[in-house]
């Protein structure tokens, strides 16, 4: 009984432990052999490692959805998860941003820059983004967001959820996009990419905040994440691989900034 009411009373906190402790355990269980021989990681572990930390989210949403409103909770998140009244602006909005800036900076670094910027092909990357995005966003969107909307605004929420979202990704960091190993370069790598999600993951609270849909948040986490493993480049150094996530970062920051100053000064 105490237990619960430490549920109920740090329902975030508990969510993140759960949801860290499921995908970081998976992802040293399939680490496990190759720190044990003393080997250096080939990218393939890490392709191994993502799918198996993907469970995290979902798993921690549902128990700790389950524990605190029991069956009837658990309903009403698949009522969210199946709310698709078509919101044309919000459903077009999700679908064509994503892919839009991530071709448009990647054409102007290839343009400026150097050839490597040239956007990569690999249609098989959108599985990769409908896995990721339907089985995260029944935790992040399902369970998380919600739980900090009781404690802080929509903004102050949607921020920290994104912090969160991109240290959960530190066990894979690494072996994320072309440039693996990133050697030296991992450090600037890691604060591009989570400035890049979470971004994104601002984009979709908002979205949630318009449609109360995980559904809707499925479908944009879905397109990012399979606009980035499709589009990005191959050839890319780990250097040139933080460059292009720091200005898709900045780039979502400014739109992100700029509806932020239109909706206050319309307010007002």
């Known amino acids: 009984m105490q237990g619960r009411k430490n549920i109920e009373k740090y329902p975030t906190v508990f969510y993140f432990m759960l949801c860290y402790g ?10 496990l052999p190759t720190l044990l021989k003393h080997q250096p990681f080939q990218k393939m572990v890490g392709l191994i490692m993502f799918p198996v930390m993907l469970l995290g989210p979902p798993a ?14 658990i309903r009403t998140l ?11 602006g919000i459903f077009m909005f999700a679908f064509i941003l994503p892919p839009v800036l991530i ?20 249609p098989v990357g959108v599985l990769f983004g409908i896995f990721a995005g339907f089985l995260e966003e029944i935790g992040w969107t399902g ?20 912090l969160l979202w991109g240290i959960w990704h530190l066990p894979v960091i690494d072996f994320l996009g072309a440039g693996f190993p990133h050697g030296s370069r991992l450090p600037s790598f890691m604060v591009a990419f989570g400035g890049a999600i979470t971004g994104v993951r601002l984009l979709i609270c908002w979205i949630y905040e318009h449609t109360r849909s995980v559904l809707y948040a499925q479908v944009m986490h879905a397109v990012s994440t399979g606009s980035l493993v499709m ?9 040139g691989e933080s460059l292009w996530y720091g200005c898709y970062a900045t780039l979502l920051f400014l739109i992100i900034g700029s509806g932020y100053f239109i909706y206050l000064k319309n307010k007002t």
């Open 231 to 239: 589009f990005g480049p191959a050839m890319v150094t780990p250097a």
């Open 78 to 88: 698949g009522q969210r998860m199946r709310r698709w009244k078509i919101h044309k």
């Open 22 to 31: 499921i995908s970081w355990s998976g992802a040293l269980l399939v680490a």
């Open 103 to 122: 071709l448009l900076i990647l054409n102007l670094l290839r343009y400026f820059i150097s050839p490597a910027f040239t956007p990569n092909f690999f």
């Open 60 to 73: 921690a949403g549902l128990i700790l959805t389950y524990l605190q409103s029991g069956k009837s909770g």
């Open 143 to 162: 369970f998380a967001y919600p739980s900090l909307r009781k404690k802080f605004s929509a903004p102050v929420a949607s921020l920290i959820l994104g």
